[in-house]
C-alpha cells in the first residue's frame, strides 16, 4: 500500500504538540524550485524548429506531474542581435509558444518581456527562435514568470488559501526579503513547490530546494 | 552663492503643512543607484596590471563624492575557467583590491564570494584579475556587496537612523518586494542613495534612480 508521508507527519506533530512540545521546522514551508530561462513550444513550432514529424524528447521529469525537461535546446535572439544559447525546452507541447526568461536576460536580448502570469501572453513581448531546422519569431509569447506557488487542493486547505489567491513569502536566504504579490495556484495534479527565477533566487542567495514561508502581512 | 535645494524644498514643505496641506511624494524615499560588476585596485596591483608608473583615467563622476568610474577595464577569471570581461575599475586607488559581483556572476566564475560590507573582505573568495600588461591573483577581495544605503549627517537625522545602523526597504517595482537588513552608512561626505547589485535590481524589476522607502518593521 501507498503511505501518505503528510499524514503520518501531521500525526506525530500532534502527538508531539499535545505533550507540550514545541515543534518547529517543515510546518508552514514551501520548498523552492529555481527555473531557468526555458521554452515550451506549440506542436506547430516544434515541427517549425525540428523538421516535420519531430517529436520533443523527455529527458527529465519536473516536479509537477506531467511536466519534463526534454532534451532539446534552442538559441533565442532578440533585437540587440545578441544570442542567449542552449536554452531548455520543457515538455508536453502547448497551445500557445512561451519563452520564460529573467529580467537580467531581457538587458542582453533588449526584448521588453513583462512580468506575467504563465499563459497570459497577450501584449508580451517578440523573440525569434532558432533550431536545427527552422527560425521561428513570435510576436508574443516572451515573458518574465510572475512569483507563484503550485499546490495540491490538500496543501491549499493546510495553508488555508484558495487557487489564484495572492500571497506574500518571508525568504531566509543570505540576503534576507519579502516577496509580496506572490500567486497561489491549487490544483489536484500539483505538488507544493514555489517557482522563482534566477534573478529572484540569487538576489536572495538560495537555492533549490530552499524552504520559504507564506505568511499573511 | 550656492543654493541648498533641501532646505528650500523642506521650508516648502513645512509650510504647506502648516496650511493643513497633506504633502506626499519624496518625503522618506531614497533614491538607488545600481551597481554593476565593477574593481577597486590597490596601487600596487594598479602598476602590476597596467605597468609601472601607470595612473587610472577618471572618465566619470560617481555619486558619492571623489568616487569615479575609470575608463580602464579587466577581465576576471574564476576557477570555472570561464572569463568575465570589460569589467568596470573604479576610482581613486584603495588600500586593498576589491572584486565586487553579483551571485549570477559567482555561478559563472564558481568563486566562493561571500555577502559582505565593503572593506571587510578577511575570508573572502579570491579570483584572477588580468590586465594589459599583467595578471594579478588575490586570495581574499571578491565579494557580493550588501545592501546599504549611503547619507549625510542631515538626511541621518531627518531619517533617525545612525551610521551602522541596519533598517528594512519596501521596494515598490514589478515585483513587489521587502529588503530586509540593509545597513545605514551616515557620513558627511555621503550623498543619499541606496546600493543594490543586478540581481536585487532585476528581481524586483527596478532602474537607476527608482525610488524606495525605508520602513520601521
Known amino acids: 500500500m501507498a503511505i501518505d508521508s503528510a499524514a503520518i507527519t501531521a500525526a506525530v506533530r500532534a502527538a508531539l504538540e499535545a505533550q507540550g512540545v514545541q515543534v518547529v521546522g517543515e510546518k508552514g514551508l514551501v520548498p523552492v524550485g529555481i527555473s531557468n530561462r526555458h521554452i515550451h513550444l506549440s506542436a506547430a513550432h516544434v515541427e517549425a524548429l525540428f523538421g516535420k514529424g519531430y517529436e520533443l524528447q523527455p529527458m527529465k521529469d519536473l516536479s509537477q506531474p506531467g511536466q ?48 506575467r502570469e504563465s499563459g497570459k501572453i497577450e501584449g508580451s ?55 509580496y504579490d506572490v500567486q497561489v495556484r491549487v490544483h489536484k495534479d500539483f505538488r507544493l513547490e514555489m ?23
Open 68 to 115: 519534463y525537461a526534454c532534451k532539446e535546446q534552442l538559441t533565442i535572439v532578440g533585437p540587440s542581435m545578441r544570442a542567449i544559447e542552449k536554452v531548455r525546452v520543457l515538455g508536453p507541447v502547448r497551445k500557445d509558444t512561451q519563452v520564460e526568461i529573467s529580467r537580467t536576460d531581457v538587458y542582453t536580448l533588449k526584448v521588453k518581456a513583462p512580468v
Open 125 to 179: 513581448a517578440g523573440v525569434t527562435i532558432i533550431g536545427p531546422k527552422g527560425v521561428v519569431t513570435i510576436d508574443k509569447g516572451c515573458i518574465i514568470a510572475n512569483r507563484h506557488i503550485h499546490m495540491s487542493l490538500e496543501d491549499g486547505e493546510k495553508f488555508g488559501v484558495k487557487d489564484n489567491e495572492y500571497v506574500n513569502v518571508e525568504v531566509n536566504g543570505e540576503r534576507r526579503t519579502k516577496w
Open 195 to 217: 517557482h522563482v527565477d534566477t534573478d529572484d533566487a540569487n538576489a536572495v542567495g538560495i537555492g533549490n530546494g530552499a524552504k520559504v514561508r507564506i505568511v499573511k502581512d
